[in-house]
């Protein structure tokens, strides 16, 4: 089927705090729908079938609850009600946005994924309602071929969000479309989290996703492009990934993914919108399986090497764990392996190894967790690279646990620059990276020079280990990863 999103760069109001009448709002937020409107003909005109715009993308971001109330639709988030925005404009006040939403949709026969605010009543009687007895959410619509509004998605995991509500209980939201079956939907900081976004995949064995979202990047492990990529190739589905467009706040990063092939979009220089139009596979076989073998790994049933991907497993990749302790002399001698290191990565305290030399094995380890590498490069470059492991309790701007394996450029040459933000490099590293993860959900990072992406030749599990393997990048390495979720542990 053939897939558009939009990086969106937003016409901001320029005090978000004030407050303003509807009338204001309404102003302000056409002249970012009047932009929708012109990439929905210029994504029908090439095909696509379905168009995802991203969060905030309407009315902005940085408002106070009150603030933020003039710009809210009135939204009934119930399935029962059948309801065409366009067509039936006055069934329900506060609706405009809605309708103008419903309406590029039906005019251009194609389906319609947006984000927006939302508000809804509640009785002094509901234990969750808000002092000021309304509701407000984050909310993604999306609307069919012909404007009828056909599932409303409340943001369950709200990012500092203070304007608005998360919902009392998490959505399950997913629409049927003629072309490609049903997709799931969730915004943001729900990507990181079992509820709802795993859930719902696993639950309706989802294939395809639309995700809005307003993502500020975080190299090395969680910049936009990277992290999407990684979350469909371990659920083995297609993304369409639509962020906002703002590189003075580090916001940048939409693609349509599959779990072999990505078009992407990553651009902190030039400012504007970027449309992305792309045909990708239908996903049909049931993924459910290679979850089910993810859930399985610990009876470690086969010993032979597996693997998701379909080409088959060259077997220098089905590798025995030596078990070294670090700063052990290795078996070549009286060679030192290197010394361990600490630096934080990511606000968490990362131990490190230093990647020395044309070839080697290092391992480091930390709590449960120890990881492994193997790796030759061709050229020795100017470059420091570093081994980083972390088991633990991610508490900067959100509270996670998180299971890292990390072979990552660093930002000079001493020590205290690994885990910096790098954002180029030259060095070619043919590797295989693994760990003894504790968690089913590893999402594999493979991130180039210039922030594009690469995909490794083989990985999956083997021998209660998980691992990702790479002959030759096809740019200067800055990250291989394995981000293990351990969600039990949140």
Same mark, same amino acid.
């Given at each position: 089927?053939? &897939?558009?999103?939009?990086?969106? /760069? ?7 705090? &004030? ?17 929708? /409107?012109?990439?929905?003909?210029? &994504?029908?005109?090439?095909? =696509? ?21 003039? !710009? ?62 309304? !509701? ?105 990934? =639509? ?100 630096? /934080? ?20 380890? =930390? ?32 509270? !996670? ?19 910096? /933000? ?69």
């Amino acid at each position: 089927y053939v &897939a558009a999103v939009y990086e969106h /760069e937003s016409i901001l109001s320029p005090n978000p705090t &004030a407050l303003v009448d509807r009338q204001s709002a309404l102003e302000l937020m056409g002249r970012n729908l009047d932009i929708y /409107e012109q990439q929905v003909v210029a &994504a029908a005109r090439q095909g =696509a079938q379905i168009i995802v715009f991203p969060e905030d993308g309407i009315h902005g971001f940085n408002f106070t609850r009150s603030s933020i109330y003039p !710009y809210l639709d009135f939204v009934l988030h119930s399935q029962s009600v059948k309801w065409n925005p366009c067509r039936e404009p006055h069934l329900f006040n506060d609706t405009e946005v809605l309708q103008h939403l419903s309406c590029m949709a039906l005019k251009n026969k194609i389906f319609l994924v947006a984000n927006l605010g939302t508000k809804q009543p509640c009785e002094r009687t509901d234990p969750h309602c808000p002092s000021d007895g309304r !509701y407000q959410f984050n909310t993604n619509v999306a609307f069919s071929d012909d404007g009828m509004l056909v599932a409303t998605y409340r943001k369950h995991n709200l990012y500092f969000e203070y304007a608005f509500d998360a919902p009392p209980e998490p959505d399950y939201t997913f629409f049927d479309t003629p072309f490609a079956g049903k997709f799931g939907m969730f915004t943001c900081f729900d990507i990181l989290f079992f509820e709802p976004a795993v859930n719902l995949i696993r639950q309706h064995n989802l294939k395809q996703v639309v995700y809005p979202t307003a993502w500020m990047n975080q190299l090395p492990l969680l910049s936009a492009v990277e992290f999407q990529q990684a979350f469909a190739t371990a659920f083995n589905i297609n993304i369409l990934a =639509a962020n906002i467009h703002h590189p003075t706040l580090g916001m940048t990063g939409s693609g349509i993914y599959t779990p072999v092939k990505s078009f992407i979009y990553h651009n902190m220089e030039s400012y504007g919108g970027k449309l992305i139009v792309a045909e990708i596979p239908v996903i049909t076989t049931d993924y459910r399986t290679s979850l089910e073998n993810n859930e399985r790994f610990r009876e470690n049933l086969d010993h032979s090497c597996k693997t998701f991907t379909s080409t088959p497993m060259d077997n220098e990749v089905c590798f025995k764990v030596r078990q070294e302790t670090p700063g052990r002399e290795s078996e070549k001698g009286n060679e030192q392996l290197p010394p361990p290191f600490y630096a /934080e990565m990511m606000y968490d305290n990362f131990t490190f190894v230093p990647v020395w030399g044309g070839k080697g094995e290092l391992q480091v380890c =930390a709590n449960t967790l120890c990881c492994y590498l193997n790796y030759q490069r061709a050229v020795l470059t100017d470059e420091l690279y570093a081994l980083g492991v972390f088991d633990g309790l991610h508490t900067v701007h959100g509270t !996670y646990y998180v299971q890292a394996c990390a072979l990552v450029k660093c930002g000079g040459l001493s020590f205290n620059t690994c885990g910096q /933000e790098v954002t180029d490099a030259t060095a070619l590293i043919d590797f295989q990276l693994w760990g003894n993860m504790s968690t089913p959900y590893i999402f594999p990072l493979l991130l180039t020079s210039g922030i594009t992406l690469d995909f490794a030749d083989h990985m999956g599990w083997k021998n209660n280990q998980y691992f990702i393997s790479k002959n030759r990048t096809s740019s200067g390495l800055l990250t291989a990863a394995l981000y293990g979720r351990w969600y039990e542990k949140d």
